[in-house]
C-alpha cells in the first residue's frame, strides 16, 4: 500500500529540521570548544608554559659548536650562556632580580621578539650580536641593547636548570634591561649582519 504524501511530506520536514537543529548544535558546540582550547592554559610544554629545553651541558657544546645560541621556535626563545664572571655586574642591575637564578647556573633565555615592534630578533654570526632586519635594533650575546631604536634590551624569560635540564617559563615576559646595560662587556666581534642604526 502507497504512503500517504501527506505523511510523507511531514515526515521530510520532521528530518530537514532535526537536521538543521543537529548542524546548527554541532557547530555551535565545536565553536565553544575551540574558544574553550584557546584560552586554557597550555598543558602540553608549548608556549605560554614551563618548557623542558634539554640536558645543559647537551645544549652548551651545540651553542659551542655552532657559535650560535640554541634556538626552541617551540617556546619563541632563544638560550644563550651568561658568562659567570659576569654575575655580580647583573646583580646590580633591577632589570635581572626575576632572572639572576639563571644567570648564576649559567644561562640566559631571550624571547625572540624585539622591543622596539616585535620582529623577529635573528643572530648575526660575524658579528655575535642579535641584529634586527626590521629596524636595525642590536643586541649582544645575553640581550644587551648596543644600538637602534629598542627601548630596552631583548626581553626575557625566568630559567633555571633542573637536574641538569634547562628549563624556561614562557608564561611570563620579563622586560629587558635598560639602555646601557652592558654586564658582559662583549662587543661585536667581525661584520655586522644589518646595517649599524644610531639611536633615535
Same mark, same amino acid.
Given at each position: $500500500? ?5 505523511a ?16 546548527f548544535a ?6 565553544? *570548544?575551540a574558544?574553550?582550547? $584557546? ?16 640536558k645543559?651541558?647537551?645544549? $652548551?657544546?651545540?651553542? *659551542? ?7 626552541l ?19 646590580g642591575?633591577?632589570?635581572?632580580s626575576?632572572?639572576?637564578?639563571g ?8 624571547? !625572540? ?16 650580536w ?7 635594533? !642590536?643586541?649582544n650575546?645575553?640581550g ?5 631604536? *629598542?627601548?630596552? =634590551? $631583548?626581553?626575557?624569560?625566568? *630559567? ?19 639602555? =646601557?646595560?652592558n654586564?658582559?662587556? !662583549? ?14
Amino acid at each position: $500500500m502507497p504512503l500517504d504524501e501527506e505523511a510523507l511530506g511531514v515526515t521530510r520536514r520532521q528530518v530537514l529540521n532535526r537536521g538543521i537543529v543537529a548542524t546548527f548544535a554541532l557547530t555551535l558546540t565545536g565553536f565553544g *570548544a575551540a574558544c574553550v582550547a $584557546m584560552l586554557w592554559p597550555s598543558l602540553s610544554g608549548g608556549f605560554g608554559s614551563k618548557i623542558r629545553v634539554g640536558k645543559f651541558d647537551d645544549i $652548551m657544546e651545540e651553542i *659551542a659548536d655552532k657559535k650560535e645560541p640554541f634556538y626552541l621556535g617551540a617556546g619563541r626563545v632563544y638560550i644563550s650562556p651568561y658568562p659567570e664572571d659576569a654575575v655580580n655586574n647583573a646583580k646590580g642591575v633591577q632589570a635581572y632580580s626575576a632572572v639572576l637564578e639563571g644567570y648564576e647556573q649559567g644561562v640566559v633565555a631571550l624571547y !625572540q621578539k624585539c622591543p622596539h615592534l616585535g620582529c623577529r630578533v635573528p643572530w648575526c654570526k660575524t658579528s655575535q650580536w642579535y641584529e634586527c632586519p626590521c629596524h636595525g635594533s !642590536q643586541y649582544n650575546r645575553v640581550g644587551e641593547k648596543k644600538g637602534g631604536p *629598542a627601548p630596552r =634590551g $631583548m626581553d626575557r624569560f625566568a *630559567a633555571t636548570v633542573e637536574n641538569g635540564i634547562v628549563v624556561v617559563d614562557t608564561s611570563t615576559v620579563i622586560p629587558g634591561p635598560p639602555i =646601557g646595560t652592558n654586564t658582559t662587556g !662583549q662587543e661585536s666581534e667581525g661584520p655586522h649582519c644589518i646595517g649599524a642604526v644610531s639611536d633615535h
